[in-house]
């Protein structure tokens, strides 16, 4: 099973940056996807980004309230997915989560995987912007 273990998460001011990281125990299985979401109270999880790599190579997504804003990343080296989040805005605000899958009919067969195609999930990060 493929452990994840999410951190980066904090308080900032709107229009302030944070940096989430995503340890994930999957780059040895060579294609997989990792994808981050979002929960806020109240509200339905929310895809936001994923990363995909194919035969070595890699292919990014982001949902339209974060593109241009965030960007998400790698470091096979360090086994670790990056979600750099610039320009926060009070809405980003909610529980972030690292989600990943190897399963081969997922990894090429979804641009980004929806939410009950990942197998594993991490604990979550809570990201605060304050006004």
């Known amino acids: 099973e493929v452990q994840l273990v999410e951190s980066g998460g904090g308080l900032v001011q709107a229009g302030g940056s944070l940096r989430l990281s995503c340890a994930a125990s999957?780059?040895?299985?060579?294609?997989?996807?990792i994808g981050w979401f979002r929960q806020a109270p109240g509200r339905s999880r929310e895809g936001i980004s994923c990363?995909?790599?194919?035969?070595?190579?890699?292919?990014?997504y982001y949902a339209d309230p974060v593109k241009g804003r965030f960007t998400i990343s790698s470091d096979t080296a360090k086994n670790t997915v990056y979600l750099q989040m610039d320009g926060l805005k009070p809405e980003d605000m909610a529980t972030y989560y690292c989600?990943?899958?190897?399963?081969?009919?997922?990894?090429?067969?979804?641009?980004?995987?929806?939410?009950?195609?990942?197998?594993?999930w991490g604990q979550g990060t809570q990201v605060t912007v304050s006004t």
């Open positions: 999957i780059f040895a299985h060579g294609d997989y996807a």
């Open positions: 990363i995909t790599r194919r035969q070595g190579h890699e292919s990014t």
């Open positions: 989600a990943a899958t190897y399963r081969t009919i997922v990894v090429y067969y979804s641009v980004c995987p929806d939410w009950d195609e990942y197998d594993s």
